[in-house]
Nanobody, 114 residues
Framework: VQLVESGGGLVQSGGSLRLSCAAS????????MSWYRQAPGKERELVAV????????NYADSVKGRFTISRDNGKKTVSLEMNTLKPEDTAVYYC????????WGQGTQVTVSS
């Protein structure tokens, strides 16, 4: 199983980034997919999740209206479009597949400067 994130980087406050996660080694379309983030000195937190045949999405309150999660089952990718970025969005962002015992990517750094 592999989850490989890409798209992180340095952006100014108010800017945008698009993260992507390429999956392999499991039946991607059957898995709930999520993005988490972990800022320095803080717990890892759920940012967004996409699940079910209807691709139902849920977001942390802190990113609602600014971030959008989507998936492409044919390409086995999940993306996180991040707009109106704030310095408090600075964190390592992780792709996750499945539930409590699921799979993790290695993470990609997002840094938002003020």
């Amino acid at each position: 199983v592999q989850l490989v994130e890409s798209g992180g980087g340095l952006v100014q406050s108010g800017g945008s980034l698009r993260l992507s996660c390429a999956a392999s080694g499991f039946t991607f379309s059957s898995y709930m997919m999520s993005w988490y983030r972990q800022a320095p000195g803080k717990e890892r937190e759920l940012v967004a999740v996409i699940r079910g045949p209807a691709d139902t999405t849920n977001y942390a309150d802190s990113v609602k209206g600014r971030f959008t999660i989507s998936r492409d089952n044919g390409k086995k990718t999940v993306s996180l479009e991040m707009n109106t970025l704030k310095p408090e969005d600075t964190a390592v962002y992780y792709c996750h597949a499945g539930g409590r015992d699921g799979y993790w990517g290695q993470g990609t750094q997002v840094t938002v400067s003020s």
